[in-house]
DNA sequence: TACATTAATCGCATATTTGGGATAAACGAA
DNA sequence: TTCGTTTATCCCAAATATGCGATTAATGTA
C-alpha cells in the first residue's frame, strides 16, 4: 500500500519485534506455541487432533510461526516434526523484555484523569 | 470467518496475549510506543510530526492502541494528550514474560536437524 | 506398482487491516 | 459569531489475513 512518499524508517528491533507480535496475533497460534513450548519435546500434526481446525488452517499457521522464525520443523516422511526455535525464541523473548522495560515507568502520568472513550 | 461448527477454545489469557500482540503487530505502533513510553511524560499529535504519515493514518493507530488498552488519552481540547496506560503495560509485561518462559526449555530437542524450508 | 498416510499448496470467499484525503466535531480566541 | 487549531470519523481503494475443501507431493508399505 504504502503511498507515502516518504517512508517510515523502522529500526531492526522495531521491525522485529512486529514480526514476531504479528505471529503471536492469533489465539490460535499462541495456542500451537504453548502446546509446543510445554509439550516433552517436538510435535507433529497431532495438532489437528488437539485444535478444531482444518488440516489447511493448521498448517497455514505453522507456516506462519515458521517464516516468523519461532519454530523450526524436522521433515520425517510423510510426518514432520515442529518444534521451538529456542534461539529465536530466546530473541523474541529478549526484545520483548526490554521493550516493556522503560526506565521512566515510575514517572507518573497526569493523564488519564479523565478517562478517554 | 470461523465457519467451523465446533469453535476452537481459547483460554483468557491465550485471547488477552493474542490481542496485546496484535496491537504490537505494526511497527509504527511500536514506535509510538516506545515514544510514549520514553519521552518524559505525555504525549500528543506531535507523533505527526515525528512520524510522516496522514494525521487520519496516526490517529487510526492511536485508536487500536487505545483499544487494546495499552495507551490512555486526557482530552484537553482542542489537544489530546496520549501516554502508557501502565496498569495494562504491567499485564501485557506479565503475560509475555509468562509466555515465553517455559520450564522445558531445556529439553534439548532433536527437531531441526534436517531444516524445514 | 497401487495404496495409504501425512502435510503443503492452491483456489476461493469473506473479513480485516492499512493508508490517506476529505470532512466533521470540539473548543478557544479574535 | 467567525476563525483557527487539533483530532476523530467517514469513505474509498488496495493489500492481507483467515478458513476450508480439494488437490498435490512425498514417502513407506502391501
Known amino acids: 500500500m504504502q503511498r507515502t512518499l516518504s517512508a517510515v524508517e523502522y529500526s531492526g528491533d522495531e521491525e522485529q519485534l512486529a514480526v514476531f507480535a504479528k505471529a503471536l496475533s492469533h489465539p490460535v497460534r499462541i495456542k500451537i506455541l504453548l502446546l509446543l513450548a510445554t509439550q ?11 485444535i478444531p481446525m482444518a488440516q489447511s488452517t493448521i498448517s497455514q499457521h505453522l507456516k ?3 517464516e516468523a522464525g519461532l519454530i523450526q520443523g524436522e521433515i520425517n516422511p510423510p510426518k514432520v516434526r515442529y518444534c521451538i526455535n529456542r534461539e529465536n525464541w530466546v530473541l523474541a523473548y529478549t526484545l520483548f523484555e526490554h521493550f516493556f522495560y522503560t526506565p521512566e515507568a515510575e514517572n507518573s502520568c497526569t493523564c488519564g484523569d479523565r478517562e478517554l472513550q
Open 64 to 66: 506462519a510461526l515458521l
Open 40 to 50: 516433552q519435546c517436538c510435535f507433529t500434526g497431532e495438532l489437528t487432533e488437539l
